[in-house]
């Protein structure tokens, strides 16, 4: 990456993380643009030339913040020595809660859009290392596993929309339960998603 490309890439960290801390701390409302940029250091044409607005800014941190969660979670994968795929994708859902369960600001703040970091994400914003999207992770776990499945991409969407919208109640308000009393549930759930998915093999 040159010197350009670099200092590009760090206004605009700048900008994310900025308007990250005060969307968590001020609230999106009450927070400008105005209030971004003069906390980033940069200018407010700086802020133009990669955001619309502060909803742009909002949207595309969610699925940024979210596409993190799924990169580190996959990164945490690849050193526990797991093989096989159903195993592989309960221990991404379980990282990804106990994440979110720590950091109720980024739960607060991503709502129920978890499955923005597996699609959004991977057509808008680059992650951490410059090239990882966790779909394609995603249809590399599925193609060394001996059991195949009807419509691979629905069946990511329905789980971590399952995940993203029963697990912030339960984590926040612990409403119908707490979490630790829900998780074997969700669990016993996907299960059946998978189960019910499969194609005869």
């Given at each position: 990456m040159g010197k350009l490309e670099l200092n590009k890439k760090k206004k605009k960290d700048a900008l994310y993380n900025t308007a990250f801390e005060l969307f968590t701390t001020k609230g999106l409302a009450k927070t400008t643009i105005s209030d971004i940029v003069e906390k980033a250091g940069?200018?407010?044409?700086t802020?133009?030339?990669?955001?619309?607005?502060?909803?742009?800014?909002?949207?595309?941190?969610?699925?940024?913040?979210?596409?993190?969660?799924?990169?580190q979670a996959h990164q945490a994968l690849s050193r526990t020595g797991l093989t096989g795929f159903e195993e592989q994708l309960h221990f991404i859902?379980?990282?990804?809660?106990?994440?979110?369960?720590?950091n109720r600001a980024?739960?607060?703040?991503?709502?129920?859009?978890?499955?923005?970091?597996?699609?959004?994400?991977?057509?808008?914003?680059?992650?951490?290392?410059?090239?990882?999207?966790?779909?394609?992770?995603?249809?590399n776990l599925l193609s060394q596993n001996s059991r195949t499945y009807k419509n691979p991409e629905l069946i990511l969407f329905?789980?971590?929309?399952?995940?993203?919208?029963?697990?912030?109640?339960?984590?926040?308000?612990?409403?119908?339960?707490?979490?630790?009393?829900?998780?074997?549930?969700?669990?016993?759930?996907i299960d059946g998603i998978l189960k019910g998915c499969a194609e005869d093999v």
């Open positions: 940069v200018a407010k044409g802020f133009y030339l990669y955001f619309k607005d502060k909803y742009d800014i909002r949207n595309k941190l969610v699925s940024h913040k979210t596409g993190e969660l799924f990169y859902i379980d990282y990804i809660l106990t994440e979110l369960d720590q980024l739960l607060l703040f991503i709502s129920k859009n978890l499955a923005w970091g597996v699609f959004k994400g991977a057509f808008e914003e680059k992650m951490p290392d410059e090239e990882y999207h966790f779909y394609q992770s995603y249809l329905t789980i971590f929309e399952l995940v993203g919208s029963t697990c912030y109640s339960c984590i926040l308000y612990q409403q119908p339960v707490s979490m630790s009393e829900y998780r074997p549930y969700l669990h016993k759930a």
